[in-house]
Structure formats: structure tokens, C-alpha cells
Nanobody
Framework: QVQVVESGGGLVQPGGSLKLSCAVS????????VDWYRQAPGQTRKFVAS???????NYAEAVKGRFTISRDNFNNTAYLQMSSLQAEDSAVYYC?????WGQGTQVTVSS
């Protein structure tokens, strides 16, 4: 049984940082692409970042230079380091190894 569990979300002030975690069980992340998507209220789910099994990283334009995706194959966990957060980054963040997705973690950027 595959499980994907995100954590690390919360309330942060504009300009602050958060690091999201994506703990995976039942499937090795080393053999898969890990995706991060986000969904704000009233909007569709949007791509944020991905990292392939060959460590190729890809980012949405909106987060380039501010977010960094990484993976720890030994612990079967992926991460999304988010810096210089803005109100527009507020959303539920989802981690996925398609077709498997987690339940999401809420990120709120507000003063």
C-alpha cells in the first residue's frame, strides 16, 4: 500500500520560510519523479516543482529562485524548501508520485 504524507505547513509572515516534507511508503522515491503542486481557494491545482529520479529539477516560473525541491532516497522523503514567501503562495500543497498523492498541507502567508 502506497502512502504519501505531507507535513510542515503552517502560518508564516511574508518574507518568511517554510520547509515541507513528503514522506513516502510503499514505493521507492529513487525510482520515481516527485511532484509538488498547490491549490489555492477557487483555483485549479497548479504545478510548483518536480525532481526526477535522475535529480533533474523543474520549477514553475512563479517560484523559481525562491523554492528548492530535494529528495532523500535513504529516508524515502522529499522536501520543498520555500523562501521569500508571499501572500500569493498561500495554498494547500500536495506531493505526488503519480498516480499517488497525499492529502496536502496548508501554507498560509499572512502578517
Amino acid at each position: 500500500q502506497v502512502q504519501v504524507v505531507e507535513s510542515g505547513g503552517g502560518l508564516v509572515q511574508p518574507g518568511g520560510s517554510l520547509k515541507l516534507s513528503c514522506a513516502v511508503s510503499g514505493i521507492p522515491i529513487r525510482a520515481n519523479t516527485v511532484d509538488w503542486y498547490r491549490q489555492a481557494p477557487g483555483q485549479t491545482r497548479k504545478f510548483v516543482a518536480s525532481i526526477t529520479k535522475t535529480w533533474l529539477e523543474n520549477y514553475a516560473e512563479a517560484v523559481k529562485g525562491r523554492f528548492t525541491i530535494s529528495r532523500d532516497n535513504f529516508n524515502n522523503t522529499a522536501y520543498l524548501q520555500m523562501s521569500s514567501l508571499q501572500a500569493e503562495d498561500s495554498a494547500v500543497y500536495y506531493c505526488g508520485l503519480q498516480p499517488y498523492w497525499g492529502q496536502g498541507t496548508q501554507v498560509t502567508v499572512s502578517s
